[in-house]
Nanobody, 124 residues
């Protein structure tokens, strides 16, 4: 069983930057594909970014490509999401997720473990 704990959310002005972290425990972190999802007010949970188990491959939603960067440190059992040029529409609860399949998959129901989420609010 893998436990995931996100941190780093908060309030930022449009155009600003924010970094999220997700610390994993309870499993062999390097064996999992890691990802970030978000759920805005009144919206379904949506894929944001994913990174393969050895960090050789990444995938991004079109809406964040070029602005967000996902990375991981297997020695620290941590995955990161650096968010730049933030927009009000990026406001959401951001969730960290782990997938044992080692594939980069977007559907949220494909992922095995979830964190509790951290709020990101971008003011205009």
């Amino acid at each position: 069983q893998v436990q995931l704990v996100e941190s780093g959310g908060g309030l930022v002005q449009a155009g600003g930057s924010l970094g999220l972290s997700c610390a994993a425990s309870g499993g062999t972190f390097s064996r999992y594909t890691m990802g970030w999802f978000r759920q805005g007010p009144g919206k379904e949970r949506a894929f944001v970014a994913a990174i393969s188990w050895m960090a050789g491959s990444t995938d991004y939603a079109d809406s964040v490509k070029g602005r967000f960067t996902i990375s991981r440190d297997n020695a620290k059992n941590t995955v990161y999401l650096q968010m730049n040029s933030l927009k009000p529409e990026d406001t959401a609860v951001y969730y960290c997720a782990a997938d044992a399949s080692r594939f980069l998959r977007r559907p949220s129901n494909s992922w095995d473990y979830w964190g509790q989420g951290t709020q990101v609010t971008v003011s205009s």
